[in-house]
């Protein structure tokens, strides 16, 4: 939804990645996705959110995660090659044509081993799934008006202490103020103010990218 965080200046934007580490093959995921898919390109992560993702997963030690949303593949790849030694990535998405970009890159990347894409609607992903996999991190970056099926579904399937990260949160800034607002806007804010009174995790909400909710299971 963003290709930088709300509010960040280019200069600031390119001073934050000059002091993140990044590498040639995120590089060439990001350059590639606004090339050759440059009308929908911002529905990847801001690049900011790549590193942040990797300190991330490395920090929590994450064996089990799934993420619902891929795209071409970036937040993916950040996740995969993060993961502990035996970790695993389910990913669910429903276009066969970006995730081909995604798993050229996955593969320069040596994680294909770790990436168990499924394509299909996610909720019926998820329903398929057995009931004891406990994840440790999941990622809804997916239609908005979904996001509240997906939570329903993945928030008993997290480990105690395990971590959801929801993506897009603030639309751009229009969940205040008096600004006109699409459906995906106003599924948003409903959505928002569910998670908030769920008293199954611990929320914040991150002014990183387009906004990022944090929340940690109980």
Known sequence: M???TIGLSDELQQYV??????DPIIDDLIAETRSV????????????????????????NVRSAIEIGTFTGLSALTIAR???????????????????????????????????????????????LPADILFDLAFIDADKVGYPAY?????????????????NV???????GDAERSADDEAMLAFND???????????????????T???RH
């Open 82 to 128: 993060n993961l502990a030694p035996g970790g695993r990535l389910i990913c669910c998405d429903i276009s066969e044509e970006y995730t081909s970009i995604a798993r050229r890159y996955w593969e320069r990347a040596g994680v294909a081993d770790r990436v168990d894409l499924r394509i299909g609607p996610a909720v019926e992903t998820l329903r398929g």
């Open 194 to 212: 569910m998670v908030v009174r769920d008293e199954r995790v611990t929320v914040a909400m991150l002014p990183i990218a387009d906004g990022i």
């Open 151 to 167: 939570w329903a579904e993945i928030v008993p399937r997290m480990r105690p202490g395990g971590v959801i990260l929801v993506d």
């Open 214 to 216: 944090y929340a940690v």
């Open 37 to 60: 898919l440059s009308d929908v390109a911002n529905l990847q992560i801001a690049p900011e959110q790549a590193p942040f993702f990797e300190v991330l997963v490395r920090s929590l």
């Open 2 to 4: 963003a290709f930088k």
């Open 170 to 176: 603030l639309r751009g800034g229009r969940v205040v």
């Open 17 to 22: 990645l000059d002091h993140s580490r990044t």
